[in-house]
């Protein structure tokens, strides 16, 4: 089992560039999200999806997209980056969706934005 | 609405030494408690949880227990050792779905 897998590790951007930030889990779990990590600020939760066709917003969810076509992907979108989205990316995933069910988190994708 | 509240670090301890990391939260419900810990370079993985009051958790050594009059969940370790050097996490899961509400993190860093 690989778990929950994310690429690329690293990515630098120019201001205004777009680009998709891959997510995958081979764990067949129906519930993923995707947090950003900034210093001081520990996880945030960006958006979320209960499973293939259906997502939903977190806390900070400007300036980014998602769509869940299948169970195993959850791609993250930034459609014009700005400095501001530079952070560590971390997708997760869970089996069930009970607020005692643990999350397993992909070893994450550092982004900085110039 | 829901928040965590850690410890700043970092938490600056020699091998051997009692480990406590303070962890209170604030929530309108019952929620379940976590504490993540991150390895450098690494993601974050599950070091122990509780889901009811009076619950404790503990795997590795590490032990918490959901204190539901204090609304707390403090980390706590008898004897660490350098390769516990990590920033650790405490969350909670309120909300459906279990999407997790974090703390800031705590820096551990453990000296030889």
């Known amino acids: 089992n690989a778990g929950v897998t994310q690429t690329p590790k690293f990515q630098v951007l120019k201001t205004g560039q777009s680009m998709t930030l891959q997510c995958a889990q081979d764990m067949n779990h129906e519930y993923m999200s995707w947090y950003r990590q900034d210093p001081g600020m520990g996880l945030r939760l960006i958006h979320y999806?209960?499973?293939?066709?259906?997502?939903d917003q977190g806390e900070v969810p400007n300036g980014y997209n998602v769509s869940r076509s299948t169970t195993e992907d959850f791609p993250l979108r930034l459609l014009s980056a700005a400095p501001s989205q530079t952070s560590v990316y971390f997708c997760a995933s869970n089996q069930n969706g009970q607020i005692t069910d643990t999350q397993y988190f992909g070893p994450g994708t550092r982004l900085t934005v110039l | 609405g829901n928040s965590v509240t850690q410890m700043e670090g970092p938490v600056t301890l020699s091998e051997e030494a009692f480990l406590t990391i303070n962890c209170t939260y604030t929530a309108t419900g019952y929620p379940s408690l976590f504490w993540y810990v991150q390895y450098p370079g690494e993601g974050l993985q599950l070091l122990l949880k509780?889901?009811?009051?009076?619950d404790k958790g503990s795997n590795k050594g590490f032990e918490a227990t959901y204190r539901k009059e204090t609304t707390s969940f403090h980390l706590e370790k008898g004897s660490v050792q350098v390769s516990d050097s990590a920033v650790y996490f405490c969350a909670l899961s309120l909300r459906g779905y279990s999407t997790l509400t974090f703390g800031k993190g705590t820096m551990l860093l453990v000296s030889p």
């Open positions: 509780a889901t009811k009051a009076d």
């Open positions: 999806s209960v499973g293939a066709g259906i997502t």
